[in-house]
């Protein structure tokens, strides 16, 4: 009998946003001026990493004309456990079946919550 073949990541590599958008775009998004963009990523309020030398955002952390509603807290509680900004898009990135796929995916709807309580328990 032969083994089944999968295709896509695997189930122990995480996998990450569907879509980037770059600041520019980001900035239109939200109806601000870049400079307000920067000012979010320097506050911990929105993630950014360089992808091929160029600073991207998670298309689905920017939501309509806001940043997803949990996502400054969720970085916060991150951060002040000593995660730098590519450990942190790799943890909400981290596949996840209780949460319905991702942190990542889960902030958007009923399981914020759950996701933030799990990123409080980093720092213990």
Do not use: C
């Amino acid at each position: 009998m032969t083994e089944p073949v999968t295709v896509g990541p695997a189930a122990d590599q995480p996998t990450g946003p569907a879509e980037w958008i770059n600041l520019p775009d980001v900035a239109d998004r939200l109806g601000v001026k870049i400079t307000k963009v920067h000012q979010m990523i320097r506050d911990g309020e929105l993630l950014a990493v360089r992808r091929d030398g160029i600073r991207v955002v998670p298309a689905e952390l920017v939501a309509n004309s806001t940043v997803l509603k949990h996502l400054p807290g969720i970085l916060t509680l991150l951060h002040d456990a000593g995660y730098n900004d590519e450990e942190a898009l790799g943890w909400l990135y981290e596949p996840d079946e209780t949460l319905g796929g991702s942190g990542a995916a889960a902030l958007g709807g009923d399981r914020a919550r759950e996701v933030k309580r799990r990123a409080q328990a980093l720092g213990f």
